[in-house]
């Protein structure tokens, strides 16, 4: 018969070999979990085809997917336009005018006999006036009342 501390040894020892397998199992199941998920976004990849791109091709693959060529090139535009707008103040600018004016007043003659006297009056300008680039304007008005 064996002893109570060979026995124990025994089962000990079992035990010891069973929790090892055990660890080896998790280790090994976890280290493929970890493989796995790092091949994970390999597979969401598409496998790319070869093209021949030609140097204008490049060019507009450049400019349309750089947003430093993009912003550099509306810059670029963005200037023309601020220099087309203060050239502007250059250009003749034409002006129209009219009025009508009516006035009743009451008759203080008794040679009126209709006893309100009534004006109207019409007036109309047009202007024509240009600004000189080292300062000062001409204008041109016609004008009648």
Same mark, same amino acid.
């Not at 079992?14 to 660890?23: D, Y």
């Not at 493989?35 to 496998?47: D, F, M, T």
């Not at 004006?119 to 016609?142: E, K, R, V, W």
């Given at each position: 018969?064996?002893?109570?501390?060979?026995?124990?040894?025994?089962?000990?020892?079992?035990?010891?070999?069973?929790?090892?397998?055990?660890?080896?199992?998790?280790?090994?199941?976890?280290?493929?979990?970890?493989?796995?998920?790092?091949?994970?976004?390999?597979? #969401?990849?598409?496998?790319?085809?070869?093209?021949?791109?030609?140097?204008?091709?490049?060019?507009?693959?450049?400019?349309?997917?750089?947003?430093?060529?993009?912003?550099?090139?509306?810059?670029?535009?963005?200037?023309?336009?601020?220099?087309?707008? =203060?050239?502007?103040?250059?250009?003749?600018?034409?002006?129209?005018?009219?009025?009508?004016? =009516?006035?009743?007043?009451?008759?203080?003659?008794?040679?009126?006999?209709? #006893?309100?006297?009534?004006?109207?009056?019409?007036?109309?300008?047009? =202007?024509?006036?240009?600004?000189?680039?080292?300062?000062?304007?001409?204008?041109?008005?016609?004008?009648?009342?």
């Amino acid at each position: 018969m064996k002893s109570f501390l060979e026995e124990t040894r025994v089962i000990i020892h079992g035990n010891k070999a069973k929790m090892r397998k055990a660890m080896h199992t998790r280790r090994n199941t976890l280290f493929s979990v970890i493989i796995g998920l790092a091949a994970l976004p390999l597979l #969401g990849q598409e496998v790319a085809m070869s093209e021949h791109l030609t140097l204008k091709d490049c060019i507009v693959r450049a400019i349309k997917y750089n947003l430093g060529v993009a912003v550099q090139v509306y810059s670029s535009e963005l200037a023309d336009l601020t220099v087309a707008k =203060s050239r502007e103040i250059y250009l003749p600018t034409l002006s129209f005018d009219f009025g009508k004016d =009516s006035q009743n007043s009451a008759s203080y003659y008794w040679t009126d006999a209709a #006893g309100q006297n009534s004006t109207t009056a019409m007036n109309y300008s047009t =202007s024509l006036s240009q600004t000189i680039p080292f300062g000062g304007s001409i204008s041109l008005t016609l004008a009648s009342f």
